[in-house]
């Protein structure tokens, strides 16, 4: 197949590298800088030579402020018959953009952002598929997410970014927590180091996609469910009760197993 992926960011060029193995790949960013080490892909200098490559699916990896007006530009190029996709964590507005599109269209996401994900081992890590994508753009995904032994679901957006809201803004909420309350004086332990790696890397990625994550539809119940067990917690610290100290424990045990 044909494919050329907008965006060569971390995700964007991984995907383009790992499909070019058994399919023709190019690739467009923005920046030319990042498409420098493209390898052997087709690296195409301006939007424009999309229509002469012919692309029969066209991946826009690039960040999730930009998904929809890139899609947008690009669609002047593209064939009616090319196959659109995203990879957007937050699907947001994206089925309404699909539904007057007229393109068939393939919305996936690869849970393994790499930030934190060892890219050259991704066994056992999740990938998601939209339920409403096209089935033959869904057995594509399915084909080659399944290769690096994926696990792989399907829902639909809706369900997605509810999931989304529990996967993405309690881990981000949490770190966040954690770096607003940091103090530079201190001497930390193990397990503030371990905490600090994991706020640092999260910071590290684009401020839209943090702020995207954060301002998901279904947020805010998962940040509500976080104060309230806070509450909780505060409580028994002023109480000073060892019992309810012991049920919560047992509590957080349990929803860890």
């Known amino acids: 197949m044909k494919i050329a992926v907008i965006g060569f960011g971390k995700m964007g060029s991984w995907l383009a590298k790992s499909l070019a193995v058994e399919n023709e790949v ?38 999730l402020q930009n998904v929809i ?17 995203d990879v957007a964590s937050i699907k947001g ?40 994508s096209d089935k033959t753009a869904v057995a594509f995904f399915r084909a080659f997410f ?3 032994g994926l696990n792989i679901s399907e829902c639909s957006f809706d369900e997605h970014d509810k999931l989304m809201a529990y996967s993405l803004t309690l881990p981000f909420t949490s770190s966040i927590v954690f770096a607003a309350c940091l103090n530079r004086k201190t001497v930390p332990g193990t397990t503030f180091a371990r905490h ?13 996609l943090l702020a995207e994550v954060l301002f998901n539809q279904y947020s805010l119940a998962q940040i509500e469910k976080i104060n309230s067990r806070l509450e909780l917690l505060k409580h028994i610290i002023k109480a000073r009760d060892y019992e309810e100290a012991q049920k919560f424990f047992a509590k957080l045990r349990e929803n860890l197993v």
């Open 26 to 63: 190019a690739v467009y960013d923005i920046d030319s800088t990042k498409t420098s080490n493209a390898g052997n892909l087709n690296v195409l200098s301006e939007p424009a030579e999309i229509e002469a490559f012919g692309p029969e699916m066209l991946i826009n990896a690039v960040n």
């Open 69 to 85: 007006s890139v899609f947008e530009s690009a669609a002047k190029y593209l064939a009616s018959g090319c196959i659109i996709s």
């Open 93 to 132: 507005n994206l089925p309404q953009y699909y539904k007057k599109s007229g393109f068939r269209f393939a919305s996936v996401h690869p849970m393994f952002g790499p930030t934190f994900a060892k890219m050259d081992s991704l066994k056992d890590e999740n990938a998601i598929i939209i339920s409403e």
């Open 146 to 148: 399944g290769q690096y």
């Open 196 to 208: 600090y790696g994991i706020a640092r890397g999260l910071l590290s990625e684009d401020d839209f």
